[in-house]
């Protein structure tokens, strides 16, 4: 599976991407503040996806803190999950984890979200090797969120 930074061209399909996604993570397409940080992301190269013949697999945004590394956001097309895309964007971004940090964590949908169940977001990033964190509430979504880290390179 061949995972590559996103380019300029590639803004429309993860728009696609984000309009699959919308029921569990809220407005995104027409949210200029989801298109200034896509933007954002693509001009400085954190923006990687999977390209498909006639769109993209799925797609990634990874932002950098001084403490751990963040994927800011994950989809993988409907029509592509189980076949190893989000498993393959998730490496990528593993491999971008540069010292001094060395971790890289997700915020998820809560255990009784609908997109929590047992083949959703939560079991996916166990299965690869993340730890489940603290719980968070979220102000307007559907129940509260919780942190999912794994240390990526050396000890944490």
């Known amino acids: 599976m061949n995972v590559a930074v996103a380019e300029p061209s590639d803004h429309p399909c993860f728009l696609s991407l984000a309009g699959e996604v919308e029921r569990w993570f809220g407005p995104?397409?027409?949210?200029?503040?989801f298109r200034a940080v896509l933007d954002k992301n693509i001009r400085r190269g954190s923006a990687f996806c999977v390209r498909?013949?006639?769109h993209l697999l799925g797609g990634l945004l990874l932002s950098a803190?001084?403490?751990a590394?963040?994927?800011g956001w994950l989809v993988v097309a409907g029509a592509s999950?189980?076949?190893?895309?989000?498993?393959a964007l998730?490496?990528?971004?593993?491999?971008?984890?540069a010292p001094p940090v060395s971790?890289?964590?997700?915020?998820?949908?809560?255990?009784?979200?609908p997109a929590a169940a047992p083949s959703g977001a939560r079991a996916f990033y166990e299965r690869l090797g993340f730890q489940p964190g603290e719980i968070v509430e979220s102000p307007g979504a559907d129940g509260?969120?919780?942190?999912?880290?794994?240390a990526v390179g050396g000890t944490h």
């Not at 999950?81 to 498993?87: A, D, E, L, M, T």
């Not at 971790?103 to 009784?112: Q, R, Y």
């Open 103 to 113: 971790l890289l964590e997700v915020l998820t949908f809560g255990a009784e979200h």
């Open 52 to 54: 498909g013949a006639e």
């Open 90 to 97: 998730v490496a990528e971004a593993a491999t971008r984890v």
């Open 81 to 87: 999950r189980g076949q190893g895309v989000g498993s």
């Open 69 to 71: 590394y963040r994927i």
């Open 144 to 150: 509260p969120r919780q942190w999912y880290r794994r």
């Open 65 to 67: 803190r001084p403490s």
């Open 28 to 33: 995104m397409v027409d949210d200029p503040e």
